[in-house]
């Protein structure tokens, strides 16, 4: 049974910086590739970027440049730092995992992950 936990999420003005953890337990098979999304009030959820075990990185074009994300060597967290945040950045963030092999990659569209946490609220103003 794959867990996750997201934190660090919270209000911060218009330029400024957060750092979203999430702490994940369970099989290692079931979080090959760890993604975080992000669901604003009447939008989709849209993928924000994923990480694969062997540490390969992928982003979204919407906040592609403002945003790393990153693993321990335990690959048991999973962070997303956020920079030069904008009102539009305004939404809950979640973590998902998805076991299984990607040779090309994590997926990008959260029908593919099968876990995920209960989110993290990021205001931005």
């Known amino acids: 049974h794959v867990q996750l936990v997201e934190s660090g999420g919270g209000s911060v003005e218009v330029g400024g910086s957060l750092r979203l953890s999430c702490a994940a337990s369970?099989?290692?098979?079931?979080?090959?590739?760890v993604a975080w999304f992000r669901q604003a009030p009447g939008k989709e959820r849209e993928g924000v970027a994923h990480?694969?075990?062997?540490?390969?990185?992928g982003y979204a074009d919407s906040m592609k440049g403002r945003v790393t994300i990153s693993q321990d060597n335990a690959k048991n967290n999973v962070y997303l730092e956020m920079n030069s945040l904008v009102t539009d950045d305004t939404a809950m963030y979640y973590c998902?995992?998805?076991?299984?092999?990607?040779?090309?990659?994590?997926?990008?569209?959260?029908?593919?992950?099968?876990?995920w946490g209960q989110g993290t609220q990021v205001t931005v103003s």
């Open positions: 998902a995992a998805v076991g299984g092999t990607w040779s090309v990659g994590c997926p990008v569209a959260p029908h593919y992950y099968d876990h």
């Open positions: 369970g099989s290692n098979a079931s979080r090959v590739c």
């Open positions: 990480i694969i075990r062997d540490g390969r990185t």
